[in-house]
T-cell receptor, first 114, second 116 residues
Framework: QQQVKQSPQSLIVQKGGIPIINCAYE??????FPWYQQFPGKGPALLIA?????SEKKEGRFTISFNKSAKQFSLHIMDSQPGDSATYFC?????????????FGQGTTLQVKP | DTEVTQTPKHLVMGMTNKKSLKCEQH?????MYWYKQKAKKPPELMFV???????INESVPSRFSPECPNSSLLNLHLHALQPEDSALYLC???????????????FGPGTRLTVL
């Protein structure tokens, strides 16, 4: 199935907390899993991405954990800051695609309280 | 220059109007995309151009007409739109040589369209 299920829909954490956003998929042919961050009034920006042959990837305070057998991947934000308050979208690319077509999750609105 | 620019920022149009959205990038990308995004929803892919040729049309109504006049420009021509077409229209671009090159899509800030 060409779907990516994302949860939770919204999340509130205190500054310094570690919000975790989860995504699940069915299609084992997906071969690329990016996360996008979108601030109000702006376009999405690529945050971090992972391929299914890697179980974890870190970039600064952002970590993707990938569980291929469970067909799940998640975003962890270490030492979260109020400036991280944004909407986060996970996505997956069909392996059969020769273009940049991405299947997006429904999004998670994160609020980090000072 | 890693920027995708879109004009106008805001557009209000009536259902009988004809208008165009414009997107420009100077990163040498040969893949360009149009997305539609409703409030609190993910972007929905509309069209993909690869090397100035339309490679994906996600069954978009004909009242939306894309055009890629050259490798840096992407237009979306609008005609006889409906109020439900009101949304944020996002343009994106990426490399287009080899599958992994399509990965990083750079998005513009979008055009906020309101159809009255």
């Amino acid at each position: 199935q060409q779907q990516v299920k994302q949860s939770p829909q919204s999340l509130i954490v205190q500054k310094g907390g570690i919000p975790i956003i989860n995504c699940a998929y069915e299609n084992t042919a997906f071969d690329y899993f990016p996360w996008y961050q979108q601030f109000p009034g702006k376009g999405p920006a690529l945050l971090i991405a992972i391929r299914p042959d890697v179980s974890e990837k870190k970039e600064g305070r952002f970590t993707i954990s990938f569980n291929k057998s469970a067909k799940q991947f998640s975003l962890h934000i270490m030492d979260s800051q109020p400036g991280d308050s944004a909407t986060y979208f996970c996505a997956a690319r069909p392996g059969s695609s020769n273009t940049g077509k991405l299947i997006f999750g429904q999004g998670t609105t994160l609020q980090v309280k000072p | 220059d890693t920027e995708v620019t879109q004009t106008p920022k805001h557009l209000v149009m009536g259902m009988t109007n004809k208008k165009s959205l414009k997107c420009e990038q100077h990163m040498g990308h040969r893949a360009m995309y149009w997305y539609k995004q409703k409030a609190k929803k993910p972007p929905e892919l509309m069209f993909v151009y690869s090397y100035e040729k339309l490679s994906i049309n996600e069954s978009v109504p004909s009242r939306f007409s894309p055009e890629c006049p050259n490798s840096s420009l992407l237009n979306l021509h609008l005609h006889a739109l409906q109020p439900e077409d009101s949304a944020l229209y996002l343009c994106a671009s990426s490399q287009a040589s080899g599958r992994s090159s399509y990965n990083e899509q750079f998005f513009g800030p979008g055009t906020r369209l309101t159809v009255l």
